[in-house]
Every structure is written in structure tokens, then in C-alpha cells.
């Protein structure tokens, strides 16, 4: 049976992981964000879709790339949360 301190420490480490996976992904939607906006400012286009459609482009191929890795840290966590359970 699993005991609060168990539970917690579990629910931890899921949202850590999901924060460690997600984090360079989101890194690099911000960083060509911020490029696409200082562009913006200097040439005054003001288009949403000029935000939208680099951003998500670039999160896309950050995903593809950094795919393999994520992959792979989820599945030694997943071995580490079987493996702990009684």
C-alpha cells in the first residue's frame, strides 16, 4: 500500500519531469518569440500571424529534435516509478 510521503514524492517528481521535458521546447518558442517581436518593433509590422506561424514552426522542429531525449527520460522514469512501488 502506498503511504502519503509515497504519493507525494511521486506527484513531485511527475511535474518535475514534465517541467524538464517541456522546458527546451517552451526555451525556444520564447527565444524566437522575443527575436520575432524586436524584429517587428524595428520595421513596425504589426501581423499576429507573423508571431504565430515561426513560433510554432520552430517549437515543432525543437520537438523533432529533441524527441530521442525526452523519450528516453520519461522512459528511466517510468522504470524509477515501477520500480518503487511496492
Not at 507573423?50 to 531525449?69: D, E, H
Amino acid at each position: 500500500m502506498m503511504d502519503l510521503s509515497m504519493a507525494l514524492d511521486l506527484s513531485r517528481d511527475a511535474l518535475f519531469m514534465a517541467l524538464a521535458t517541456a522546458t527546451p521546447i517552451l526555451v525556444i518558442g520564447l527565444v524566437v518569440g522575443l527575436m520575432i517581436s524586436v524584429v517587428q518593433s524595428v520595421t513596425q509590422l504589426q501581423e499576429q500571424t507573423l508571431t504565430f506561424v515561426p513560433k510554432i514552426a520552430a517549437m515543432v522542429i525543437a520537438a523533432s529534435f529533441f524527441f530521442p531525449w525526452i523519450a528516453n527520460r520519461m522512459i528511466e522514469y517510468t522504470q524509477q516509478m515501477l520500480g518503487t512501488l511496492p
